[in-house]
């Protein structure tokens, strides 16, 4: 059974960095697709950034890309989402997920079989 549990959150000023973690268990991830998603209160979740396990192929939303870094280690079976020059408009719950499939390049939520349960940012204007 695949768990990921998610870390790092937290409140942070405009302008500031926040690291994010996802550990992952339970299975061998070299061929899966990594992402990290987010929601806000009222809004649906939307994609931020995907990472192909193996190969370590990125892909970003337009809103985040140069800001927001995905990276992984594979000694400790962990995936980061480095944030940088954060806004007000980052606020959300951000969760981690996983595709067996390995679509890293396609940033559709419903591709994604295995979520964590989520960490809360919240940035301060």
């Known amino acids: 059974q695949v768990q990921l549990v998610e870390s790092g959150g937290g409140l942070v000023q405009t302008g500031g960095s926040l690291r994010l973690s996802c550990t992952a268990a339970?299975?061998?991830?070299?061929?899966?697709?990594m992402g990290w998603f987010r929601q806000a209160p009222g809004k649906e979740r939307e994609f931020v950034a995907s990472i192909r396990w193996r190969i370590g192929s990125t892909y970003y939303a337009d809103s985040v890309k140069g800001r927001f870094t995905i990276s992984r280690d594979n000694a400790k079976n962990t995936v980061y989402l480095q944030m940088s020059s954060l806004k007000p408009e980052d606020t959300a719950i951000y969760y981690c997920?996983?595709?067996?499939?390995?679509?890293?390049?396609?940033?559709?939520?419903?591709?994604?079989?295995?979520w964590g349960q989520g960490t809360q940012v919240t940035v301060s204007s």
């Open positions: 339970g299975r061998t991830f070299n061929t899966y697709a």
């Open positions: 997920a996983a595709d067996p499939q390995g679509r890293w390049y396609s940033p559709g939520p419903q591709l994604y079989n295995y």
